[in-house]
């Protein structure tokens, strides 16, 4: 994720000047964590921020960041052919704070499943979800979805069609890593857009693998193997259900070609493990510090908040299931075999849900960009909410309303924390960031006065793809279009229409020819029977649905019901 940071057009607010060299650095081994910066000092040059000149002495701009855990409890091994999950989906905060935010909101790492500890030295997954990014270049505050597939040790990552790491096509770094599947639904470069003002409904989706592929032996020309798994997204929205996309086993088992020590243990073969990680990775909300003269030191962060119930609960989580492959690979496989139609239902009997017992964790801290780990103190978590089991099966929180508020707005109810927070020892001689009301804070710290508002940001680059006429864009090229669509968030997407088996992903995909034919025939008889508006997934039993973007929704042209795809080429602020 490329992002490069502006010098504050406030002046007034900063005691510094950008300078230095650029580096590079990734806190944690996460798609959330990939992005070129610049030295500390200058990172905080990304936001503008505004502050009467008389309080920019005292007040430092710092963030928010950590995890909040979720536990919940593991299941039988077998079930390892993918899962899907409900997670809340809203606006995290007030405003959106410029392109240094980011942050996901609750989802999970999807790895492969070994025997013994697996290989060293690897690190592989999928592990996209809904958020914000360093290098969302069409952000509000409505989260967009990615898929988040990290190639051996984030070498490459694709995070949809046409989407992965940076935007040089000339080396693509797992942009031909997704091939669309869906007729029905545009794939943005920026993210998959969720209908603006979505307020706490959940968001279905899940990965399982389908037989679209065949086994082969021979990888790029060389003498390894690479396996029939097509871990496909399945969605279910209130507008839109089915398979979207699905990550080519090419994508996982090229890694084997450049390492053949991984030969065998990616997720082109491999099962996936369905013990998994859940937990919500935040690694920015803007804040500022300041110091009383009596030496207390106090900080404020920017306005956040959670989803908020009819009972004042917060549902963040709901029917986190794992799935053996008798739930769709076996009844898909024994339909492309010349068996009867596979329904594309996914089988509850082959599915098991996981438990929430309670309880779960926080690491939420304030610090300036420059702390040391001792100065990155945490908030008293604990007293501000509890996390629950609203039932076996559903996890959220508990607020304490003495300190957290309740806040309405024309899209939902929502619980806002604490803006205010000050510096104490606690009984465990722990120091921590204790909430504090607006009038326990100093005037003289400035913090009262302090904004948070969106920054002043260049107009964003448009996404484009490659335009030579030898391209695989080009050749064979589209059948239909170009098209143009609006989105929510104020972007506009070129898209046409391709053949699926001409769409540029397969052909970067390591197929010959018949390869690809074979899957095409495979994808029409999907395109005929697996409709946008039938069950896939297990239902939710509890909440709303969220919508994804209206626009997004397609309908083929005319003779192109079945086996055609649209494709994106270009998003912008201008209709091109």
């Known amino acids: 994720m490329e992002i490069a940071f502006e010098q504050p057009t406030d002046a007034r607010a900063f005691a510094f000047s950008r300078h230095g060299p650029t580096t590079t650095l990734c806190l944690m081994p996460s798609p959330r964590c990939r992005f070129r910066i610049l030295p500390a000092l200058a990172l905080l040059a990304s936001a503008v921020y505004a502050v009467p000149a008389r ?113 040089d096509w000339k080396n693509p770094s797992g942009k031909y890593g997704v091939a669309q599947l ?32 065949k086994a082969k032996t021979i990888t790029a020309g060389t003498n390894m193997p690479t396996g029939d798994q097509c871990w496909t997204l399945f969605l279910n929205s209130k507008n ?95 339909w492309f075999d010349g068996g009867s139609p596979a329904s594309g239902l996914v089988d509850q009997q082959q599915a098991v849900v996981h438990v929430f017992p309670g309880g779960g964790g926080a690491t939420w801290k304030i610090y300036r960009p420059s702390a040391s780990k001792e100065q990155k103190i945490p908030i008293a978590w604990k007293s501000l909410a509890t996390a629950v089991a609203v039932d076996s099966n559903t996890f959220g929180y508990r607020w304490n309303f003495e300190q957290v508020r309740k806040t309405e707005t024309k899209d939902g109810s929502l619980a806002t924390l604490p803006e205010y927070y000050r510096l104490e020892t606690n009984s465990l001689k722990k120091v921590e960031w204790v909430p504090v009301t607006a ?41 239909a279009g170009p098209f143009q669509a609006k989105l929510g968030d104020g972007s506009v997407v070129t898209y046409s229409w391709y053949r699926f088996a001409d769409q540029p992903a397969l052909l970067h995909a390591d197929l010959t020819d018949a390869e690809r034919e074979a899957m095409q025939a495979r994808v029409e008889k999907i395109h005929r029977n697996w409709t946008k508006d039938r069950e896939y ?23 192109m019901e079945a086996g055609y795809v649209p494709i994106v080429t270009r998003q912008g602020t201008q209709p091109f």
């Open 55 to 167: 309080a920019a002495d005292n007040v430092q701009v710092g963030e928010m960041a950590g995890y909040l855990l979720v536990p919940n409890d593991k299941v039988p091994e077998t079930f390892n052919a993918g899962f899907s999950l409900y997670v809340a989906a809203w606006p995290l905060l007030k405003e959106y704070p410029g392109s240094r935010f980011q942050t996901g909101l609750f989802g999970t790492w999807m790895f492969a499943q070994y025997e013994g500890k697996g290989p060293t030295n690897l690190y592989s997954d999928v592990e996209g979800g809904l958020g914000w990014w360093r290098d969302t270049r069409f952000a509000t505050e409505t989260p967009k979805f990615i898929m988040g597939g990290v190639a051996p040790n984030f070498v490459e990552w694709a995070n949809g069609p046409g989407a992965g790491k940076g935007r």
């Open 182 to 213: 869906s007729p029905w639904v545009l794939w943005p470069p920026d993210g998959l857009n969720l209908k603006q003002g979505t307020c706490g409904q959940l968001f279905g989706y899940g990965y399982l693998p389908l037989p679209l592929a």
């Open 240 to 334: 839109f259900k089915g398979p979207v996309a699905f990550f080519t086993p090419y994508f996982w088992s090229r890694g084997a070609v450049n390492e053949p020590r991984l030969s065998g243990q990616l997720l082109d073969s491999r099962p996936s493990n369905p013990n998994r990680a859940l937990q919500m990775e935040t690694q920015y909300v803007p804040s500022a510090q300041a110091t009383a003269s009596d030496g207390r030191v106090y900080a404020r962060i920017a306005p956040t908040s959670f989803p908020r119930s009819s009972d004042d609960q917060s549902v963040v989580v709901h029917h986190i299931t794992s799935y053996n492959k008798r739930a769709l690979w076996d009844s898909v496989k024994n």
């Open 439 to 479: 009038k326990d804070v100093p005037e003289e710290t400035g913090l009262a006065a302090f904004r948070f508002v969106r920054p002043q940001e260049d107009r964003p680059q448009p996404y484009v793809t490659p335009d030579e006429p030898k391209s695989s864009w080009k050749k064979p090229g589209p059948v």
């Open 537 to 559: 997934l297990p239902p939710p039993a509890l909440g709303q649905l969220a919508e994804i973007d209206p626009a997004i929704i397609v309908s083929p042209p005319k003779g």
